[in-house]
């Protein structure tokens, strides 16, 4: 929706792209200047970088994810060639708070750095010698024009960023730890639900901490007072009793074995 806001006073043409058992396989690159890929995707599935970067070697390869916290598991974006990284860092840290504010992390090539909205500050040392920071790559226009800097159609969430920092550097390596712990729950709980009659996994692909299960109707019932997953139907009508799991570290294996449970008893 902030896409066509944007694109809507502008000659830029924005196309869905269809998905094909889950990931996303089919465009065309034809008249096209960027193809935006959300990895992990909103199915949860970790999508093949290395073939879409293929497809479209001569556009501009922009990702975008709402979980960054799998980067500690996946390989670097710069392997693929990706020109432009964006995402949600709210987990770093950041309480939920029904929706705000939230941290967005943007990061590209070295090409492209001049044309990144917003403010960057850099690392630098004062005439003592002493570490400091400052404003960095400054265009004239943020502070003399303001209907033309790029830096007014961002917030500030410096204080955001900076819960993020901490968090951060407090998990350091530990941090792919973390996202193990996701993973390995997720991988649990999908396998478990697969064995039983009547709930089957929706897509045979490599996940992070989110999965796709098609539940029966009669186990649904059982579920009620649960609330399990997030019913995909009205986002993909051909994916009616399908739902989206996710599990984090907020996630005790317990309350994983409750619901199975409950869902076999």
């Not at 070697?57 to 693929?80: H, V």
């Not at 090539?109 to 690392?123: F, M, S, W």
């Amino acid at each position: 929706e902030v896409m066509d806001t944007y694109a809507r006073a502008s000659e830029i043409k924005i196309v869905d792209v269809d998905i094909t058992n889950g990931l996303t396989s089919d465009f065309k690159t034809e008249d096209s200047a960027a193809i935006i890929i959300q990895n992990p995707n909103f199915f949860g599935l970790i999508e093949n970088l290395k073939e879409i970067r293929k497809k479209a070697e001569d556009i501009l390869l922009i990702t975008s994810t709402t979980e960054p916290l799998s980067w500690a598991m996946l390989k670097p974006f710069s392997e693929y060639d990706v020109d432009i990284v964006t995402a949600e860092g709210q987990s770093f840290g950041n309480p939920m708070n029904f929706g705000g504010p939230g941290l967005g992390i943007i990061a590209t090539k070295n090409a492209y750095v001049r044309q990144i909205p917003g403010r960057l500050a850099g690392e630098t040392v004062d005439i003592h010698g002493n570490r400091s920071f400052a404003l960095t790559l400054c265009t004239r226009e943020q502070h003399i024009r303001r209907e033309r800097a790029t830096s007014n159609i961002c917030t500030n969430e410096g204080l955001c960023m900076l819960a993020a920092a901490v968090y951060l550097v407090t998990y350091g390596k530990n941090l792919r730890r973390l996202a193990q712990l996701n993973n390995q729950l997720a991988v649990y709980f999908a396998g478990k639900l697969n064995q039983i009659e009547g709930i089957d996994m929706v897509f045979d692909k490599p996940f992070f901490n989110e999965f796709v299960v098609r539940i029966r109707k009669d186990i649904l019932s059982k579920l009620s007072d649960i609330e399990i997953g997030v019913s995909l139907e009205n986002y993909y009508p051909d994916l009616k009793d399908c739902y989206l799991i996710c599990c984090t570290e907020m996630t005790p294996k317990e309350d994983i074995d409750r619901v199975l449970h409950e869902i076999t008893q």
